[in-house]
């Protein structure tokens, strides 16, 4: 079974668990995607399959060629999609390409892991991108409220050591949130409405499955 699915994200609303509790929820259009390739592990080394989602008029010619490439060998018709995602499966031999998968892989309750592209916050120092205090306000310092201060000591290493947090390029990043609940799923309208928030902004394509670390 396919257990997990592509989609974008619309944006962030409000529901009312029938407690009447207040359940902040981000809205996923998710899916229809399409099976565009099955990898075995006699052909690949594991199992997985390829998910297609979000049709466009045109495609680099990589991406149109890989398309057609699997369409001809299954002798069916693909559409041209903008995004693909892998996904592993327990056995790809269950599914074939040009199987449509919908919102309906998922229900009320699941727990899931979200993965998108975190927003880009361009060059950032390290009050915003580390959560450093910064100096001191007083005792002659006007100019360094957010610097970061020494950053190493002199002839002892002689040297910054690597992964030092400085200022630097910030967000536009690979993140996965863990372990949130899915709250509505509504196959009819391709949408799920997943509690709390998730990576990127929106129309920002994320991809839904199954919770590694449930528990």
């Not at 029938?18 to 565009?36: F, L, N, Q, R, S």
């Not at 205090?133 to 290493?157: C, E, F, L, Y």
Request: aromatic residues 4%; proline residues 5%.
């Amino acid at each position: 079974m396919i257990n997990g699915i592509l989609g974008k994200k619309l944006g962030m609303t409000q529901v009312f668990a029938p407690t009447g509790e207040i359940v902040p929820v981000t809205v996923v259009e998710a899916g229809p995607c399409v099976v565009v390739q099955v990898k075995t592990k006699e052909t690949d080394g594991y199992e997985a399959v390829q998910l297609g989602f979000e049709e466009t008029k045109r495609l680099n010619k990589p991406e149109k060629g890989h398309i057609e490439q699997q369409a001809r060998a299954v002798q069916t018709k693909l559409p041209r999609l903008r995004n693909l995602r892998e996904l592993r499966v327990d056995s790809a031999a269950q599914h074939k390409v040009g199987e449509k998968v919908d919102a309906s892989v998922f229900k009320s309750g699941d727990i899931v892991d979200v993965v998108g592209i975190s927003k880009g916050k361009g060059f950032a120092g390290v009050v915003k991108r580390h959560h450093f205090n910064g100096g001191p306000k007083t005792h002659g310092q006007s100019d360094r409220w957010r610097a970061p201060g020494a950053i190493g000591s002199g002839t002892t290493p002689g040297r910054i050591y690597k992964g030092k947090r400085m200022a630097g390029r910030m967000g536009n990043e690979r993140v996965t949130v863990q372990n949130v609940q899915v709250v509505e799923a509504d196959p009819a309208r391709n949408l799920l409405l997943i509690r709390g928030t998730v990576p990127g902004g929106v129309n920002g394509i994320v991809l839904i499955k199954k919770a590694v670390k449930k528990g």
